[in-house]
Structure formats: C-alpha cells, structure tokens
C-alpha cells in the first residue's frame, strides 16, 4: 500500500500531474465566457456601436481557439476577447500570482516613454545609472512603441490614453495574471535608454521573478462546480450591515483593484510635491485614510484634500472627511479635493462625499442595471426580507422601486432598466449637515476610475466649481468579478451596470450620450499632468497651475 499511498500523494501536489487542456474543455471554457457576458454584461450594444465589437458573434473566435496547441495561448485568446470590449472594469485574468519585474517603471510623458521609478536595491546607481526623466528606447531589440502596440490587450481601459498608459506600465512590471506568457521572459532583458543628455545606453537588467509561474491549464479535468459569481471586494466597515442590505450593497461597486504598476494610483500620498509652507493635516498616521492640510497662495489660504479611492463603507471614515470639511469651512478660503489617480469603490460613499461639498440640492447618477433573473429574485427577496424585519421605510421604498424597474425589464426582455438611484429612493440630494460652501476646485485625470468618474459627473452636473485636469477614464459602470471556466479557472470582471448623468453631453470622440462609459468627464480647466517638466520637478508647475485656477475662483467669489 505504501508505494500506492506515495503516488497518489505526488499526484496531488501543485504541478507534478497537470497536463494541457483538452480541446473540448478549451472551448467549453471560451463558450460558458460568451456566455457570461451573454446573460450579464450590461453595455453590450454600446460597444458594438462605438467600437464594432459584437461579444456574440463567437463564432471566428471558437475557430480560433480549436487552434491553440497550448493552454497559455488559450488564455492569451480570453485576454484578447474580453480586451476588445475597451471596458476597464473587464479583464480576463489567470489563476496566477506569478509576477517579473525589472526595478524600474515608466509612464508616458508628453508622449515619450521616460523612466518615473528606480528600485535601487535591484538597481545600484553605481552599475546602472539610469535617472527619473531618461527615455525608455527598446527592449530585447523591440522599440517601445512596439511593445506599446502588441501589449494593448494587457492594459485596455476605457480610453485610448489610459489604455497606453496602463500598457506602458506592464512592460517592466509583467504580472502573469494579466499576461499570459510572462513566464516567458528570459533572466535578464537588455534595456536602452536615453539619458536626458541625449546619449544612449546599454544595459543587460536581470529580471526579478516572484510566485509560481503556471504553465497549463488548472484543472485537466472536470472540476465537479460551475462558473458563478464572485464576491465583489469586501467593503471596509466598522458596523454590520444587516442581511437585507446585502444586496444594494453588492449593486453599487464600481470599482478596479490596486495592482496596476502606476506610480500613485490609490495612493494617499499626491503624486506632486505641495507647495513650500503646506501644513499636513492627515496622511501621517496610519489610520488616517485621507491626506490633507492647508497652505497660503495670493493672499488666501487654502486647503487641501487627497481621496485616494472610495473603497470604504466605514463610518469611521465618513466622520474623518466630515472633521476636515468643518475645520476647512471654518479655517480656509478654498479648497481643492484631488481625485486624480482613483481608483473607485462604492458609489454611494462617492454620494455621502458630493453631499459634503453641495450647497444646494442636486441630482446623483443614475444607473441603468442589466435585468437577469438571479437580480430580479435577489431584489424580490431583499424587499420581502426588509418589510419582514421593519427595515427603514426609504430601504423599502427603494428595494420596490428597484424590483419594479428590473422585473419589468426582464419581463419585456430590455437589457439595461432605465436609471435608477442606487443609494436611495429618490433622484434629489440634499447638502449634509456639515458641508463646504465656499469655493472648491476638482483634481481629476485619466485615471480617476469609475466612482471617482461619477463624483466629478455629480461636481459637474451641480455647478459646485470647476473640474482641474484631464478628462477621467470612462469606467462608468458598476461591477464584479465572475468566475470563467471549469477547466481553466480564469475570472473576468463584468460590468453590470451603466453610470447615466441627467444630461447628455456632446464630445467629439463620441455620440451624444448621458453615459459615462468610455465617455468619461470633462476638466472645465484643461491642464496635463504627463508632461516631463512635472516630473522632474514633481509636479511643481501643475501645482502652480491649479493654485491660480483655486485662488481665482476665491477672488471671483468676493
């Protein structure tokens, strides 16, 4: 028995039995994906009018995959498929933890590929001299504008610049998840770079790998469950929601997860300096979630508020906000709230902020949800269960305003209910007790994601000041995670409903649209960060920038 016991042992360990998918289970896979976005996907005919991309239409594409001789390029096939939707909430991702990375970031500046991070430890000056500000020429032979144009489908977001910067990043950062072959890089890369100087270096940068590299497909054999849903990111909260809550929880998170490679994005620390004479208020300790202080400029003081994301629930941090927008009403002239490289969370958090800075009522997003009948039920149960313990009478309301607009979508086979307001029973919000009514300025850029896309929307759409930057990435939905296959084991985000303002709005990428989608928000006051004077000198003439625009508006308000 012992030998027996032995093999059967070895057979279990992570690995040492797997073999490659068999061809019916690679398409078996790919099927039940179409088939997600099939039941669940909210902005289907949107992206096929915008970008001619019917999610459908599976046919090329099983085609395709009968063709892959090997797992890893089946999962670059699913990357490529759920890429082509141009959604940042969707990607397809591996079961993998297996990251290379070369100790150096870069980002696009004024349209080059410059060097913004060095990890000294990986990286010694003294045998690689590279410096902030150096330009990014070549990799293993390849110009990067290459790189940029083959590894589009590892950072596809809801903007063509969004989209580039993301890729830019996933060229020294290569996290397998994302990218399916990763596994593929050698020891060490040789790497070109302009020095700012002009003269051109060689460099061979061993690659630093970390977790296990997964060369097949997980399960070669039936895995005895099927593809379903995932739990969204678990809120932050410090009180219990009760049972019936559950699911306008679940409805209202629009949001990505952290692991982008992007220097500051869901970061509480800026990624600009702040002038010479600023205060810190928040950001020094660690239960502080946002970053904050005050500074003087023309005269005024100013203060000054970082929401690095909206990822928290928790009372704790809606009391923290509301302690510096009273102190900030009392002790500043104006202020400026930076939501620039944010990545999200819930929506209703974004809605308890806007009411913080409103100084009349206003009307929050609305949300057109996709109707399937798991939700239906869900919120049939939700109504019947808040009645039962004698919920809140607006809990009640708003679970029956729900209900009817999603059954009757499902009943008449609608894709999307019209808008609906996630956080309450009615489409007016009222200022909070404790509000800003002086002038207020928004930092906002290409990657203020998703809840951070609606909150500039809300600022915008109420008149409470001028939106400071670049228009925001277009995430305009809500989302989860959903298991895609038996077999293979991958996940792709899923967008399950649409961010909708009460207003069209006109650009000239885009039809005519009261979506956020792809669409994005528009700066009143249009100034790029990316540029390499800011990163040489860390910001310092966007900072200058946007302390004339904020110090302006106190003087127009006077």
Same mark, same amino acid.
């Given at each position: 028995m012992k030998p027996l016991l032995f093999a059967t042992l070895f057979c279990i360990l992570p690995g040492s039995c797997l073999a490659q998918l068999k061809p019916e289970q690679k398409l078996a896979d790919f099927q039940n994906l179409v088939g997600l976005y099939d039941k669940f996907y909210a902005p289907y005919e949107w992206k096929e009018q915008l970008f001619g991309f019917d999610a459908l239409d599976s046919t090329a594409w099983l085609t395709r995959v009968s063709q892959t001789t090997n797992?890893?390029?089946?999962?670059?096939?699913?990357?490529?498929?759920v890429a082509s939707l141009n959604d940042t909430h969707d990607a397809y991702t591996l079961p993998s933890d297996f990251v290379a990375r070369l100790g150096f970031t870069t980002d696009l500046y004024d349209g080059k590929l410059l060097v913004d991070s060095i990890n000294r430890t990986t990286l010694p000056l003294s045998k690689y001299p590279i410096q902030i500000g150096d330009e990014f020429v070549s990799l293993d032979g390849k110009p990067v504008e290459q790189l940029l144009t &083959?590894?589009?489908?590892?950072?596809r977001q809801g903007n063509p610049r969004s989209t580039r910067r993301l890729t830019a990043a996933r060229i020294t950062i290569r996290p397998q998840s994302f990218m399916p072959h990763a596994v593929d890089v050698g020891d060490s890369a040789t790497v070109v770079i302009r020095s700012q100087n002009g003269n051109l270096q060689t460099y061979d940068i061993p690659w630093s790998k970390t977790g296990t590299p997964l060369a097949t497909g997980v399960v070669p054999n039936p895995a005895g469950s099927v593809a379903g849903r995932r739990q969204a990111d678990a809120p932050i909260v410090d009180d219990p929601i009760p049972d019936y809550m559950q699911a306008l929880v679940d409805v209202q998170y629009?949001?990505?997860?952290? &692991?982008s490679g992007l220097n500051g994005y869901g970061s509480r620390t800026p990624i600009f300096a702040l002038p010479d004479g600023f205060v810190q208020r928040l950001g020094l300790r660690s239960t502080d979630f946002f970053y904050s202080g005050t500074y003087t400029a023309g005269g005024f003081k100013i203060g000054y508020i970082r929401i690095p994301n909206y990822g928290s629930l928790a009372t704790s941090v809606q009391q923290q906000f509301d302690d510096e927008i009273a102190y900030f009403q009392k002790n500043t002239d104006g202020l400026v709230v930076d939501e620039m490289r944010n990545t999200g969370g819930f929506l209703c958090f974004g809605e308890n902020i806007m009411t913080r800075l409103a100084t009349a009522p206003f009307r929050p997003i609305g949300y057109g949800l996709r109707a399937y009948y798991s939700r239906v039920a869900g919120f049939y149960a939700a109504l019947e269960s808040a009645k039962r313990v004698g919920a809140p009478q607006w809990v009640v309301d708003t679970y029956q305003a729900f209900y009817d607009e999603l059954n009757s979508a499902y009943q008449e086979n609608r894709g999307l209910t019209g808008p609906l307001p996630i956080c309450g029973p009615s489409f007016t919000l009222n200022p909070a007790s404790v509000t800003y009514s002086k002038p207020v300025m928004m930092l906002i850029d290409e990657f203020s994601t998703s809840t951070a896309d609606s909150v500039p929307a809300m600022f915008q759409d109420a008149g409470r000041g001028p939106l400071f930057g670049w228009r925001t990435n277009g995430a305009g939905g809500t989302n989860t995670t959903l298991d895609a296959g038996a077999y293979s084991q991958g996940s792709t985000g899923m967008t399950l409903g649409l961010q909708l303002r009460p207003k069209s709005i006109a650009t000239a990428e885009y039809p005519v649209t009261d979506r956020i989608e792809n669409v994005g928000v528009r700066p009143d006051i249009q100034v790029d960060y990316m540029t390499t004077e800011n990163l040489l000198q860390q910001g310092?003439?966007?900072?200058?920038?946007?302390?004339?625009?904020?110090?302006?508006?106190?003087?127009?308000g006077r």
């Open positions: 797992d890893l390029d089946f999962y670059e096939l699913c990357v490529e498929y &083959d590894f589009a489908k590892y950072g629009s949001g990505v997860a952290n &692991d310092k003439p966007f900072v200058t920038a946007f302390t004339a625009a904020i110090v302006d508006l106190i003087g127009k």
